[in-house]
């Protein structure tokens, strides 16, 4: 699968600045998301025009009625508006027009969240507590698409593996079944963890895109220096 090179949107910073880093700690991270995918801007001053002009690009060409393309434009600029609201550090999206006028669509998104004074940092533990919880309350319980799971990622370490089928509401319109996998990665030398949460309300493929989240989340690197090299921005940028 060919990776491009992840850049958020409107600059925030990929984890604490150095006067808040505890010692140790990385500087940023780096993530790759496969090449049919797009950055979704988050930057309140440029995301809608910058949602516009994407959707209608990938619209070139297909039969499909304007009225479906304005809702995918106003949907996708809701999703960006909440997903900043959440924090998000940035957002990988795709959409795919298929043949019979539906959609393919899928987002992965990157938060940082930080354990309370108090609260274990234990990671089986957590994923013990997140387990008991997605056993009990997601509409997929019992199935093969309910697990939580400790996996290994390159050059990472350990972290927590958890997938679900959930209801969601969709900006109060509907209540779309979607399948849900999250990725649980400590932050070394502090109590942050990095969040990969993706989702696709494509449930009949749920399976492959885990495939594809996990494969995602493969891509994930920490890294010490605040700077990436010169060769990476680059890539990055051109990628975007």
Same mark, same amino acid.
């Given at each position: 699968? !060919?990776?491009?090179?992840?850049?958020?949107?409107?600059?925030?910073?990929?984890?604490?600045?150095?006067?808040?880093? @505890?010692?140790?700690?990385?500087?940023?991270?780096?993530?790759?998301? @496969? &090449?049919?995918?797009?950055?979704?801007?988050?930057?309140?001053?440029?995301?809608?025009?910058? *949602?516009?002009?994407?959707?209608?690009?990938?619209?070139?060409?297909?039969?499909?009625?304007? #009225?479906?393309?304005?809702?995918? *434009?106003?949907?996708?600029? =809701?999703?960006?508006?909440?997903?900043? %609201? $959440?924090?998000?550090? /940035?957002?990988?999206?795709?959409?795919? +027009?298929?043949?019979?006028? &539906?959609?393919?669509?899928?987002?992965?998104?990157?938060?940082?969240?930080? *354990?309370?004074?108090?609260? @274990?940092?234990?990671?089986? $533990?957590?994923?013990?507590?997140?387990?008991? /919880? !997605? &056993?009990?309350?997601?509409?997929?319980?019992?199935?093969?698409?309910?697990?939580?799971? *400790?996996? #290994?990622?390159?050059?990472?370490?350990?972290?927590?593996?958890?997938?679900?089928?959930?209801?969601?509401?969709?900006?109060? $319109?509907?209540?779309?079944?979607? %399948?849900?996998?999250?990725?649980?990665? @400590?932050?070394?030398?502090?109590?942050?963890?990095?969040?990969?949460? &993706?989702?696709?309300?494509?449930?009949?493929?749920?399976? =492959? +895109? +885990? #495939?594809? +989240?996990?494969?995602?989340?493969?891509?994930?690197?920490?890294?010490?220096?605040?700077?990436?090299?010169?060769?990476?921005?680059?890539?990055?940028?051109?990628?975007?």
């Amino acid at each position: 699968m !060919n990776l491009l090179e992840a850049q958020d949107g409107d600059r925030r910073p990929r984890l604490l600045p150095s006067d808040e880093r @505890p010692s140790g700690a990385p500087a940023r991270y780096t993530l790759k998301y @496969p &090449s049919s995918w797009a950055h979704l801007d988050l930057d309140p001053n440029t995301r809608d025009v910058a *949602i516009r002009r994407r959707i209608e690009e990938q619209a070139e060409g297909v039969e499909v009625e304007r #009225e479906r393309v304005d809702a995918l *434009i106003r949907d996708t600029r =809701k999703s960006a508006r909440e997903a900043y %609201a $959440q924090g998000a550090l /940035q957002v990988g999206y795709l959409l795919g +027009f298929l043949p019979d006028g &539906s959609t393919l669509n899928a987002t992965a998104m990157v938060l940082r969240t930080r *354990i309370p004074e108090g609260e @274990p940092t234990d990671l089986p $533990q957590m994923m013990l507590a997140a387990g008991v /919880q !997605n &056993s009990r309350t997601s509409v997929g319980r019992g199935s093969d698409l309910n697990r939580v799971e *400790i996996m #290994e990622l390159p050059e990472v370490g350990s972290v927590g593996r958890m997938t679900s089928l959930e209801d969601f509401d969709y900006f109060g $319109q509907a209540t779309i079944r979607t %399948a849900v996998h999250q990725v649980v990665i @400590p932050v070394p030398s502090s109590r942050d963890l990095m969040i990969l949460a &993706s989702t696709t309300p494509n449930i009949s493929l749920a399976e =492959k +895109f +885990f #495939e594809v +989240f996990d494969a995602v989340a493969g891509t994930f690197r920490f890294h010490g220096s605040e700077d990436p090299p010169r060769d990476v921005v680059a890539g990055a940028e051109n990628g975007k």
